[in-house]
């Protein structure tokens, strides 16, 4: 059986993180250095779990202010 890639595992521990509550809409999320730290995994990794996110609109970018978590109604389907 395949392995899960990381980037999509560690995509659904956030978009479970915020359906559980622990995470809250409109909380920041952590610098690309600090999730690849937390995971274990590379830079490129979290760089791809951003792209992830935010192609499903999970997260929202704000140049200069840094990656914030969205309103789970706006999501563009369940990831």
Partial sequence: ???TPDY?????EITDDVR???VQ??????SI???SHRFEV???TIQMVYVR???????????GKGIFITD????????
């Fill in 1 to 3: 059986m395949p392995q």
């Fill in 8 to 12: 999509i595992r560690i995509a659904d």
């Fill in 20 to 22: 559980s509550g622990k």
């Fill in 25 to 30: 809409p409109g909380d920041k999320l952590p």
């Fill in 33 to 35: 250095a600090d999730m």
């Fill in 42 to 44: 590379s830079s490129s």
């Fill in 53 to 63: 996110l935010e192609a499903l609109r999970v997260i929202r970018r704000h140049q």
């Fill in 72 to 79: 789970p109604k706006t999501w563009m389907r369940k990831p």
